[in-house]
């Protein structure tokens, strides 16, 4: 099972952008989708997760900027960010609470990280 995370960048504050991660190998379920972020120095933070039924859950310091959205056909979670800050730069880690074809269990899946980058 592999994560594929894209869509960072540069972006001036106030502005947008949406990261996506993608999802592929043998999968026969996908849970909890999360976004987390970190800078160096600081420790991995949990910036948003959705479960499988759809219940988000943010961290106070983007609820009503980012949103977090999932296709399940197409094995994708999505981060919506708006209103960016130049304290939203971080590198962005996707993570996936996986089952696989064959297995009763569920394994921890990480991205690559995207970084995102907030400044005039």
């Known amino acids: 099972v592999q994560l594929q995370a894209s869509g960072g960048g540069l972006v001036q504050p106030g502005g947008s952008l949406i990261l996506s991660c993608a999802a592929s190998?043998?999968?026969?379920?996908?849970?909890?989708m999360t976004w987390y972020r970190q800078t160096p120095g600081k420790q991995r933070e949990l910036v948003a997760a959705?479960?499988?039924?759809?219940?988000?859950t943010y961290a106070d310091s983007v609820k009503g900027r980012f949103t977090i959205s999932r296709d399940d056909a197409k094995k994708r979670v999505y981060l919506q960010m708006n209103s960016l800050k130049p304290e939203d730069t971080a590198v962005y880690y996707c993570?996936?609470?996986?089952?696989?074809?064959?297995?009763?269990?569920?394994?921890?899946?990480w991205g690559q990280g995207t970084l995102v980058t907030v400044s005039s």
């Open positions: 190998g043998n999968i026969l379920n996908i849970g909890r």
């Open positions: 959705i479960t499988s039924g759809g219940v988000t």
């Open positions: 993570n996936a609470l996986v089952r696989q074809v064959g297995f009763v269990r569920w394994d921890d899946y």
